[in-house]
């Protein structure tokens, strides 16, 4: 079965340090792998993506995210947080074999970034 | 500008009174597909569709309808609604289905319902 998983509802991190936003997934097929971000009062807006090539994405506001297929993760970094960086994170899989609708979103992590 | 448009923003109305949000896009995009967002829920798939007249059920369809009569807009209806469907609400598009490989999803800024 797909799946995706964040395991931490909120992460805090002061602004001028490296931040992670950890990210597991489960698909039978090859992973397509998204971040989003939510700003508040927004819709989610597409951070970066995965789906095959060099295992470390950059992205959009100096974000990277690192595919690391061993342990099926695809954890959010940014070597120094900025306090407007502080939003709503969603991890994104898509089985890339399987068919068109079946993206599945984990339950977002809300990243503080204390001044 | 590209843009995934939903109105309204806000809405606040009572049990059984059938109402209609709107969402338009101007990007020509294919598919299009509707979510709520609960907390600790994340987001889940009402309905989606692939094209013109083409529409499916996604995760948590019950008590929504939606209709694809135009490739740019794709209404959700609540024709009954109940004080569970309190959620916020999310539309978005792409050219070709969820996450295709060059094509991410574009969300709407959000409408946020409540169910009296």
């Known amino acids: 079965a797909q799946s995706v998983a964040q395991p931490e509802d909120q992460v805090n991190v002061a602004e001028g340090n490296p931040l992670t936003v950890k990210c597991t997934y489960s698909?039978?097929?090859?992973?397509?792998l998204f971040w989003y971000v939510q700003y508040p009062n927004r819709g989610l807006q597409f951070l970066l993506k995965?789906?095959?090539?060099?295992?470390l994405v950059k992205g959009s506001y100096g974000f990277e995210a690192e595919f690391n297929k061993s342990q099926t993760s695809f954890h959010l970094k940014k070597p120094s947080a900025l306090v407007s960086d502080s939003a709503l994170y969603f991890c994104?899989?898509?089985?890339?074999?399987?068919?068109?609708?079946?993206?599945?979103f984990g339950t977002g992590t809300r990243l503080t970034v204390i001044p | 500008e590209a843009q995934v448009t939903q109105n309204p923003r806000y809405l606040i109305t009572v049990t059984g009174k059938k109402l209609t949000v709107t969402c338009s896009q101007n990007?020509?995009?294919?598919?299009m597909s509707w979510y709520r967002q609960d907390p600790g829920l994340g987001l889940r798939q009402i309905y989606y569709?692939?094209?013109?007249?083409?529409?499916d059920k996604g995760d948590v369809p019950e008590g929504y309808k939606v209709s694809r009569k135009e490739k740019r807009n794709f209404p959700l209806i609540l024709e009954s609604p109940s004080p569970n469907q309190t959620s916020l609400y999310f539309c978005?598009?792409?050219?070709?289905?969820?996450?295709?490989?060059?094509?991410?999803?574009?969300f709407g800024n959000g409408t946020r319902l409540t169910v009296t």
């Open positions: 698909v039978s097929g090859n992973p397509y």
């Open positions: 569709s692939m094209n013109v007249e083409v529409t």
């Open positions: 994104a899989v898509r089985d890339g074999e399987a068919g068109a609708n079946n993206l599945f």
């Open positions: 978005a598009s792409s050219f070709r289905g969820q996450g295709a490989r060059n094509s991410p999803l574009h």
């Open positions: 995965y789906i095959t090539g060099d295992n």
């Open positions: 990007m020509n995009h294919e598919y």
